[in-house]
């Protein structure tokens, strides 16, 4: 695309201009905002005014591109990490506003800006913002791009930069008369900033504000000629003498030969073209109105005259799940596939708002989408997407939305032919707690008390919108990862996309499969993310193995990569090897060196020293003032230290194949983890494997016993031989991973047979077996029983194979929808409601049924668990018929155990 970039004349700004360009991008012009001429002392918190002077002429006489400028009129009002626009025009973010509006005027061409922010959220939520409003495209290719040394290497040695410091505020290791002036290149070789970053902590790239510099030539950018600097004067700070800038009295340029020359090859910037500078004046603009939906919502109305009534489960602390969103009725064919799907987006979003409006009323701001922490929408196909998409934006926003999982089930794989499901978490007050200084609220409200919490966070969204090096962002308007309480972190959907280039990315060799990659780089991308979070404490970041539950998408493109003209559909290869990728990477993090990029890595340990003394994060005693008192307070941290690799390598893995994933993507990772504080403090690991096997003649009189006739996929070529007897025992096995006692646990539990035809099952025997393990199997290894009853649970969502595959040649397979899970939901509500009026009657001696689980249920073409075992008793019971997760927490009880463990 066709970019701007904003240049404060820095090693930053100017670096990310490269990489851009180096990325494909075209340079347009660049954009400068200067402080005004009687305040160019003044310090800003978005913009790097040190230099100033000289940018103009580093932009039109060595880049050769069109300049920019406009004087800083705001200040930085709004201090806050999340930047929403007041109104009034007062804050400095909006001169930025005012810039590239008219630079979009003057070039209507221009996509996206690039900017120099490395790892603040501060500079980069507020670029974002401005590109929003102007429907540009973020480019921020440094941020969190590397390691701060190895990010100040690339500047240097591969962007060939020469630049001096021309601000320090770092006493006393780099002060005003000696340092500014100096080269950052000769500062590096010599080993200042590396003497500085060990003994007082420094940032070599001075990501801290240690120092600010100005980029004399960078030959792959600066084409026409270099900066020089002939006279210039070092101005203290007043009130610290540590502190000063260098102000650029006279400098020139001095021209390159080569100025028409390719550069070998590489894409180079625009010559030629008649050189501009304008100083853009203030103006006033409005922001379009994209409310382009309202007569096809107005065309739902007809959908809600019978209310299709969702399933709420509502959590003491406010934490909600809906699950089973469907459109009252199936739409009928309006014009297109497509448009029957968006209006039943449309319905399943009235219905949405209906209910929340009606949660927690009273509350100030009143319950909406703003709550939703993330959302699962299928669809039947995902052709549908881009339309829905739009709607879905219109409803959700684009400031601080949800984090996000789509996939698409196959056409007529949704109960009643539907073409939209989707399900949602929500925190009560979660949108208010995230929008909302906390001043000016009610003392007694829910709000007010969670912002009186000051140890743990009601919600932390990390919605990252800028094209970086980093991850992906979001197709569509959703977050990369929402954090509950500063405990349990909700991943997004990640697929294999390259995140500079926002492509999927391709095999190298013709040996390795486009999934293979693709699922690699989906464990990769779900790392980066992880090592990107901050949950308000000293533990920043996280990793991979403190997973409680995995979800590992394929397409049916996956499956049909390994058909060949022998045997049958390759379901055991796809399972086996997707398995082998997965456990590469939750080994090795994915690649990401968790802390690495913030420069919170533990150093090497001390060789005098015992390394178990030391917890992950590389502190002794965990922080705690003794051995003794760590060992009690993290409950037999010895055992821990013993099964460490044994618990990353043991994440079980929920493998579901469906038609379609987004983007034409062939592989997805999605997860729900603990926070790298709660896994420290709290523990995370696998537990024992639970099994039991239930017989056809088995009664349960307290069910209504519906049999229905179960196909399991079989395509018709056999694989073994088993005898009558087996065929009427079904194999029900549970594995959880969970955080601490009763705080969070994620069960996976799967029914299978070895049945290879069509048998006869019981559906809700075999459902309440489910459940039952479930809850079972959420404890650790060394707990006598769990904490966790049937009150507990969150969400319950069943898959189920919901269609015959089988194949039709070497490079293609059939898939015939047989069930559209109408049956199974109304079984499980059966067995949910049951098993809850059964608890509240024993506790409270009244059926209250109305308060149960939230389940959902899902189509998919096959499914397999791995819990990680060389040989597992779950992977070797024969062909699965149902999977479950079943996600039991309770976050108040994970509140009280990390204060206990961390906070006091």
């Given amino acids: 695309m066709k970019f701007v970039a904003l240049l404060s004349g820095g090693k930053d700004s100017i670096y ?81 506003y005012i810039l590239l ?54 500047i ?36 200042v900033l590396d003497h ?78 008649k050189q501009i500078t304008e100083r853009v004046q203030e103006a006033t603009s409005s922001l379009p109105n994209t409310s382009d939906g309202d007569q096809a919502e107005n065309n739902t109305m007809r959908f809600l005259k019978s209310m299709h009534a969702p399933n709420v489960q509502i959590m003491r602390g406010g934490l909600c799940h809906v699950s089973a969103l469907l459109s009252p009725v199936s739409c009928n064919k309006v014009t297109n596939e497509a448009d029957a799907a968006v209006q039943e987006f449309l319905a399943v979003t009235q219905t949405l708002q209906h209910l929340l409006a009606n949660l927690f009323v009273g509350d100030l701001p009143q319950t909406s989408s703003y709550d939703i922490l993330y959302v699962h929408l299928y669809l039947s196909e995902m052709a549908h997407f881009t339309k829905i998409n739009q709607h ?197 993090n994915g690649g990401i060196v968790m802390g690495s990029v913030d420069g919170t890595a533990p150093d090497a340990q001390p060789s005098n020293v015992d390394p178990s003394l030391y917890d992950e994060d590389g502190v002794l005693y965990g922080g705690y003032e003794d051995e003794e008192t760590w060992r009690e307070m993290s409950g037999n941290a010895e055992d821990k230290t013993l099964d460490e690799s044994e618990q990353s390598s043991r994440v079980p893995l929920l493998m579901i194949c469906l038609p379609e994933l987004p983007a034409k993507a062939q592989a997805e990772v999605e997860l729900v983890c603990a926070t790298r504080r709660a896994a420290t403090c709290l523990e995370v690991c696998t537990g024992l494997i639970v099994s039991e096997m239930i017989s056809q003649d088995c009664d349960v009189s307290s069910l209504h016993n519906l049999d229905m006739p179960w196909n399991t996929g079989y395509d018709g070529t056999p694989t073994r031989t088993v005898d009558k007897e087996s065929n009427s025992s079904i194999l029900i096995s549970s594995v959880s991973r969970s955080m601490g006692s009763g705080c969070a646990s994620m069960s996976t539990v799967t029914a299978s047979s070895s049945c290879a035809d069509a048998i006869s099952l019981d559906t809700e025997q075999v459902l309440s077996k489910m459940v039952e393990l479930a809850i079972k199997s959420a404890k650790k290894k060394d707990e006598d029983q769990t904490l966790f009853t049937v009150k507990d649970i969150l969400n319950v969502r069943l898959y189920y194979t919901a269609a015959s595959v089988s194949k039709l040649g070497e490079s293609e397979s059939k898939v015939e929808y047989l069930d559209d899970g ?61 999977a479950m997760q079943v996600l039991m927490c309770d976050m108040l009880r994970t509140e009280a155990e990390l204060w206990i463990r961390y906070n006091r």
């Fill in 392 to 588: 879905y934006v219109q409803f959700f926003g684009t400031h601080l939305p949800p984090s996000r999982a789509c996939v698409a089930v196959g056409r007529g794989a949704l109960p009643g032919g539907r073409r939209v499901m989707m399900d949602c978490t929500l925190q009560r007050g979660s949108g208010g707690y995230l929008r909302s200084d906390g001043d000016s609220l009610d003392s007694d409200s829910f709000l007010n008390q969670s912002f009186q919490n000051k140890h743990h966070l009601l919600r932390k969204c990390l919605h990252v919108q800028s094209i970086s090096h980093w991850a992906p962002v979001c197709i569509g308007p959703y977050s990369q990862a929402n954090t509950l309480r500063s405990a349990v972190v909700f991943l997004a959907g990640m697929i294999g996309l390259v995140p500079e280039s926002m492509m999927l990315i391709e095999p190298e060799s013709s040996e390795v499969s486009s999934w293979e990659v693709e699922l690699c780089q989906s464990w990769k991308n779900a790392a980066a993310v992880l090592d990107g979070l901050d949950d308000g404490g000293r533990l920043m970041g996280g990793q991979l193995e403190d997973s409680l539950g995995a979800l590992v998408y394929f397409s049916q493109t996956a499956l049909e990569s390994l058909l060949d003209d022998k045997g049958s559909v390759p379901w055991k290869r796809l399972w086996s090897r997707a398995d082998s990728i997965s456990r590469e990477s939750l080994s090795c």
């Fill in 196 to 273: 500085l970053k060990d003994k007082w902590g420094m940032h070599p790239a001075g990501e801290g504000g240690e120092y600010e510099t100005m980029v004399l030539d960078c030959p792959k950018l600066f084409k026409r000629g270099r900066l020089v600097i002939d006279e210039s004067e070092v101005i203290c700070d007043e009130n610290d003498d540590g502190v000063g800038i260098l102000k650029i009295i006279n400098w020139r340029v001095e021209k390159k030969s080569n100025i028409e020359e390719s550069n070998n090859g590489e894409r180079t910037i625009i010559c030629g073209r």
């Fill in 16 to 96: 990310s201009t490269l990489k851009a360009i180096q990325n494909g991008h075209e340079l347009v012009c660049c954009a400068h905002l200067a402080p005004m001429q009687q305040n160019t002392e003044e310090e800003s918190y978005m913009y790097q005014t040190a230099g100033s002077e000289v940018v103009k002429t580093q932009v039109e006489e060595c880049i050769g591109v069109p300049f920019y400028m406009r004087e800083i009129h705001g200040q930085s009002k709004i201090k806050s990490l999340v930047y929403e626009n007041d109104g009034d025009g007062s804050d400095e973010v909006e001169d930025l």
């Fill in 101 to 154: 509006e008219q630079i979009k005027v003057n070039h209507p061409e221009v996509e996206g800006v690039s900017s120099g922010a490395i790892l603040s959220t501060y500079q980069r939520t507020r670029i974002e913002h401005v590109c929003s409003r102007l429907n540009l495209t973020s480019l921020s290719y440094m941020w969190r791009f590397s390691s701060q040394r190895s990010l100040l290497d690339s």
């Fill in 822 to 882: 109408s049956h199974l939901r109304s079984q499980l509500h059966s067995v949910l409601k049951f098993k809850s009026a059964m608890y509240y009657h024993e506790k409270h001696g009244s059926s209250n049924a109305s308060n149960m689980p939230a389940y959902t249920v899902v189509p998919v073409l096959g499914m397999h668990l791995s819990c990680g075992e060389k040989i597992s008793q779950v992977e070797n019971q024969g062909t699965p018929l149902l």
């Fill in 156 to 191: 240097l040695d591969d962007g060939g930069i020469e630049a001096i410091l021309v601000r320090v505020a770092c006493p006393p290791g780099l002060m005003p008369y000696r340092h500014l002036g100096k080269s950052l290149r000769e500062l590096r070789d010599v080993g």
